[in-house]
T-cell receptor, first 116, second 112 residues
Framework: GAVVSQHPSWVICKSGTSVKIECRSLDFQATTMFWYRQFPKQSLMLMATSNEGSKATYEQGVEKDKFLINHASLTLSTLTVTSAHPEDSSFYIC????????????FGPGTRLTVT | EDQVTQSPEALRLQEGESSSLNCSYTVSGLRGLFWYRQDPGKGPEFLFTLYSAGEEKEKERLKATLTKKESFLHITAPKPEDSATYLCAVLSGSSNTGKLIFGQGTTLQVKP
C-alpha cells in the first residue's frame, strides 16, 4: 500500500511554455500533498504544501505565480510550471500523507523537467 | 532553528562490512524521525518512522535506532543492492503542516 505515481516521468519543453505535472495517490486518500524540487547531489527542497480543496502554502522564496499547485481531490495534485525557463530545469518530486499515518510521507518516482 | 545533519556524506563499504549512518537533529519537540532510501533518478522510498528515544525498528539488513539527539541506521552485512542515498528527516512539534526537515543524506556504496 501507499503508492504514489507521477506523470510524466520526464518532459522536455521550450522556454516560455508551461508544463503540468500530475501526482496521484493510487491506493489511499491523501490528506496532504507536498511538492519538492531536487538538484543534483542535493537533498530535497520543499516548494509547497497543499490540502484538498485549499490553497497551497508556499515556502519562502518560491514564486506562487510561477509554480501553480492545484489539489482538486484527495488523490490528485498538479504542479504547473508557467513560462518555464532553463533555470526551472530540475527533478520535481511529490509526496502524499494519508490519514492516520502520523505524517509519514510517501513519495512519487519524480519528474525530470528539462527546459530548452 | 530546526536542523538535521547527516554523517558521513559518503560511505564506501565492502560487501558484508557492517556500519552505521548517523542523523543528528535539533528540533523543538520531536514528533517523528523518518528514514528514506533514494536511488538515483527516483523518489525516496519510505523505510522507518521512529517516535521516541529508545525505539528501534528493523527491516532486513537495516535497523534504525533513536536517542534524544540522534538516530542511527545500522546496516548489517550489506550487499551491493543496498547502495543508495539514505535520507533522514524530522517532523517538528512546531509544524502544523506536516513539513519534514531533511538532512543532506548519506550516499552509500557497497562494493562486491
Amino acid at each position: 500500500g501507499a503508492v504514489v505515481s507521477q506523470h510524466p516521468s520526464w518532459v522536455i519543453c521550450k522556454s516560455g511554455t508551461s508544463v503540468k505535472i500530475e501526482c496521484r495517490s493510487l491506493d489511499f486518500q491523501a490528506t496532504t500533498m507536498f511538492w519538492y524540487r531536487q538538484f543534483p547531489k542535493q537533498s530535497l527542497m520543499l516548494m509547497a504544501t497543499s490540502n484538498e480543496g485549499s490553497k497551497a502554502t508556499y515556502e519562502q522564496g518560491v514564486e506562487k505565480d510561477k509554480f501553480l499547485i492545484n489539489h482538486a481531490s484527495l488523490t490528485l495534485s498538479t504542479l504547473t510550471v508557467t513560462s518555464a525557463h532553463p533555470e526551472d530545469s530540475s527533478f520535481y518530486i511529490c509526496s502524499a500523507s494519508r490519514q492516520g499515518s502520523a505524517y509519514e510521507q510517501y513519495f512519487g518516482p519524480g519528474t525530470r523537467l528539462t527546459v530548452t | 532553528e530546526d536542523q538535521v545533519t547527516q554523517s558521513p556524506e559518503a560511505l564506501r563499504l565492502q560487501e558484508g562490512e557492517s556500519s552505521s549512518l548517523n542523523c543528528s537533529y535539533t528540533v523543538s519537540g520531536l514528533r517523528g524521525l523518518f528514514w528514506y532510501r533514494q536511488d538515483p533518478g527516483k523518489g525516496p522510498e519510505f523505510l522507518f518512522t521512529l517516535y521516541s528515544a529508545g525505539e528501534e525498528k528493523e527491516k532486513e539488513r537495516l535497523k534504525a535506532t533513536l536517542t534524544k539527539k540522534e538516530s542511527f541506521l545500522h546496516i548489517t552485512a550489506p550487499k551491493p543492492e543496498d547502495s543508495a542515498t539514505y535520507l533522514c528527516a524530522v517532523l517538528s512539534g512546531s509544524s502544523n503542516t506536516g513539513k519534514l526537515i531533511f538532512g543532506q543524506g548519506t550516499t552509500l556504496q557497497v562494493k562486491p
